[in-house]
Structures are given as C-alpha cells and as structure tokens.
C-alpha cells in the first residue's frame, strides 16, 4: 500500500467521522430544543398550579437533562472543529 492510499484512506476516514459527528450533534441541538420547550410549558403550568411540588422537581430534571446536553454538544463541536481543521490541513 502505498503513502498516497494511506492518506486517501486516512483522509475518507476524517470525513466520514466528521459527517457522523455532525448527525450527531444535530440531533442533540433538536433534543435540546425540545427540552428547552418543555421546560418552557413546565413553567408556565407551575404558575397555574396551587401545588407546585411536582412541577418544580420536574422542572429540575429538565434543567438536569439540558446542562447535560450543552456539555455533550460542546465536546461534540470542539471534536468536529478539530476534525475538520486537520482535514484541511491535510488537503
């Protein structure tokens, strides 16, 4: 196998990782959406609610899940900037 096939096989491998990182991470932006919006409704019915107990741990667990994924879509951006300046700077 020669050099120019390892760094073709090589650079494939880059752009593939890169395309599944960025499904990846565009899946996490839309659950974050949704949980943003969730607790967005769970607010709006603490207010309503004579009896918030319930409400205000489920909200809690939405600020949870949310803090959670920020840190995962994070990491995930970093790893893809990383990929993709490697990969050009390959090219």
Known sequence: MSIGEIRRRTR?????EI????????KL???HEELK??????SKKIKGSPDA??????T???KGAISEIV????ELDCRLHRLKKRAESKN
């Open 60 to 62: 809690e667990q939405i």
């Open 29 to 31: 932006l839309k659950r």
């Open 37 to 42: 919006q969730s607790l967005f409704d769970t």
């Open 19 to 26: 395309e599944r990182l960025e499904k990846e991470l565009e």
């Open 71 to 74: 840190v995962e879509i994070k």
């Open 53 to 58: 107990t319930l409400l205000v741990d489920e």
């Open 12 to 16: 494939q491998k880059r752009v593939e």
